[in-house]
């Protein structure tokens, strides 16, 4: 099975910071991979696919990079509303695998 | 409205069986993959089964193969994961999600999982 490795797994920010969190695979995607927002208590929302691709709806300072191995989601001015977890699966291959989380709190 | 409601989760003793449902509304079942997805009190993503739109492909991570079934009823919209030797760390909420695709090129086709249920919370413990 692709491993998915996150970093950092914690992040304080405050509002209005650029944030950016790294995922890496054990081996290469392509680009394959996808974003995932989750508050306490709810399921997770998608964000980007295709690594960087925004799903419809998300706010425009979500972005996506990378190919292969490694890949990023940046926020480029955090919001009150953005203050999360977030975290990568890849679709590349079966069983879909998930990263660990970075979760994104207040500063 | 696309809708996906698990049912069948609670509390089960170590070495007991379960079996998941989730019920699916508003998109047309049988065109999409489904996949189990697990998350351990506190604890981050795990996805546990994958499985075809006519049920001929299944996948599951390496911690449940020979121990969890993934099944589906496609004349029902039903999705099923049958659960079997219980372990305390199998403890999670389960959810069901659709697997989307929005794009393809070439060959390769991409997506997420954009729909989930609410989860149903499986406590395993004597």
């Known amino acids: 099975d692709i491993q998915l490795t996150q970093s950092p797994s914690f992040l304080s920010a405050s509002v209005g910071d650029r944030v950016t969190i790294t995922c890496r695979a054990s081996?290469?995607?392509?680009?394959?991979l996808a974003w995932y927002q989750q508050k306490p208590g709810k399921a997770p929302k998608l964000l980007i696919y295709?690594?960087?691709t925004l799903q419809s709806g998300v706010p425009s300072r979500f972005s996506g990079s990378g190919s292969g191995t490694e890949f990023t989601l940046t926020i480029s001015s955090l919001q009150p509303e953005d203050f999360a977890t977030y975290c990568c699966?890849?679709?590349?291959?079966?069983?879909?695998?998930f990263g660990g989380g970075t979760k994104v709190e207040i500063k | 409205e696309v809708q996906l409601v698990e049912s069948g989760g609670g509390l089960v003793q170590p070495g007991g069986s379960l079996r998941l449902s989730c019920a699916a509304s508003?998109?047309?079942?049988?065109?999409?993959?489904m996949s189990w997805v697990r998350q351990a009190p506190g604890k981050g993503l795990e996805g546990v089964a994958n499985?075809?739109?006519?049920?001929?492909?299944?996948y599951y991570v390496g911690s449940v193969k020979g121990r969890f079934i993934i099944s589906r009823d496609n004349a029902k919209n039903s999705l099923y994961l049958q659960m079997n030797s219980l372990r305390a760390e199998d403890t999670a909420v389960y959810y069901c999600?659709?697997?989307?695709?929005?794009?393809?090129?070439?060959?390769?086709?991409?997506?997420?999982?954009?729909?989930w249920g609410q989860g149903t919370l499986v406590p395993v413990s004597s």
């Open positions: 999600a659709r697997n989307w695709v929005g794009h393809c090129s070439g060959t390769s086709c991409y997506g997420g999982l954009d729909y």
């Open positions: 508003g998109f047309t079942f049988s065109s999409y993959w």
């Open positions: 499985i075809k739109q006519d049920g001929s492909e299944k």
């Open positions: 081996q290469g995607i392509r680009s394959h």
């Open positions: 295709a690594a960087s």
């Open positions: 699966q890849q679709l590349n291959s079966y069983p879909l695998t």
